[in-house]
């Protein structure tokens, strides 16, 4: 892994520890998910693609973004290659990019310390940092809406876990709201 990628992963270790305290998470496994989210994401693409096709995972992530493979390579390949079994851990390295419907607390946390980590800088950062003072959910969603704003910008197609993952956390927003 470059040195970037692994100043990246600490801050995104740091940063999920600091959520899973504020948030009531479990912090060793986000502490373990964070240094494992992105195992792969510095593999050549012929690599994880051979990966994906031999291993079953699923098939539509070919014909999408290929930033989104190395999240569920990588759960595939910490499995295999260092025992790691516990099902929610693979599940929030699986899911860190695209988000699913239904995100765990783990989910959700690792996710958003990706988008935040202290070393990130890109348009919004700060809201969502904003938001990650006090709303999990509500710092998600402005992450997600960055995301898929960029993708549209630049014509590329949005993984379909990822809009559903945008609705569900709107779901939940507004129901807390109406409580
Ligand atoms: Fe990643
Ligand atoms: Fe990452």
Redo the contacts with the bound molecule.
Sequence with gaps: MPDKRWR??LG?VETAVELADRFGGDRDKAWLAALL??YT?AWPTDKMETIIREQHLPQELLEHDKELWHAHVGAWVVRQEHGIDDEEVLDAIRY?TSGRERMTLLDKIVCLA?YMEPGRDFPGVNKIRERAQHNLDEALLAGFDSTIQFLVEKGKTIFPLTVLARNDLLRIIRENKSI
Excluded: A, N
Aim: net charge negative; proline share 0%.
């Design positions: 990246h992963v995104v989210h992105d994401k860190h990706d």
